[in-house]
């Protein structure tokens, strides 16, 4: 018996001012499953993971989670995922550890917000104001959300913006450890990623977009 998909997008489609973004999206994801989302710059890609999160509602097509409609399960939904975009949305007023306390499940201890930034070599920096970080460690505080999370589909639209090659490892160990648990990741990166099976879908500007140009 074929094993239903965690995530099943069928004829995604979205109009802005009257005009189609992309070629109507369709795949599955699989609990194991990592999907980079390919395309040239203003394709849609932002766009197409916003559309995921239920952030934008589609023009027509649907999302099922686990076999599902997304809009009969949406608090299910919602409570699945983790969204981090491509600007990091830290408060500038609030600390490291502070940002992150705000940003993770309720349940998440100190020690366990002290261990994620140590993690994101943030270890030192828990009390310093985000405003006297550097961009790099803006970034560093958004994804330390990623080992306090307990969401099993990681959306990230590039994550790998201002961070180096060793916060890049760090990264993709702990993306490589959330699929080995059962979890799945759709990602937008121009970065090569050094992973085992990363599945690309390439996401097309549709004709009527081509047209306007």
């Not at 973004?21 to 599955?28: D, G, L, Y």
């Not at 790998?160 to 702990?174: C, H, P, S």
Request: proline share 5%; with cysteine.
């Amino acid at each position: 018996m074929p094993k239903t998909p965690l995530l099943s997008v069928d004829r995604l489609f979205f109009e802005r001012d009257d005009c189609n973004i992309f070629e109507p999206a369709s795949f599955n994801v699989e609990a194991g499953d990592i999907v980079q989302i390919e395309g040239p710059n203003g394709a849609g890609k932002t766009t197409l993971l916003r559309l995921l999160t239920s952030a934008l509602q589609p023009t027509s097509g649907s999302i099922l989670f686990s076999g599902e409609n997304i809009t009969d399960c949406h608090y299910e939904y919602l409570a699945s995922l983790l969204y981090i975009g491509h600007q990091p949305a830290v408060k500038m007023t609030l600390s490291a550890e502070e940002n992150l306390r705000w940003m993770s499940p309720a349940t998440t201890s100190a020690p366990e917000i002290d261990a994620a930034l140590a993690e994101v070599g943030l270890r030192g920096y828990e009390d310093v104001p985000c405003y006297s970080l550097s961009a790099g460690q803006h970034r560093r505080v958004a994804l330390a959300r990623l080992f306090t999370t307990e969401a099993k589909i990681w959306f990230l639209d590039e994550p790998f913006t201002a961070i180096d090659k060793q916060g890049v490892d760090i990264l993709q160990a702990r993306m490589g450890s959330h699929l080995a648990a059962g979890g799945c990741i759709l990602l937008s990166t121009h970065q090569d990623l050094a992973m085992d099976k990363v599945r690309k879908y390439s996401i097309e500007p549709h004709s009527d977009r081509e047209q306007q140009q």
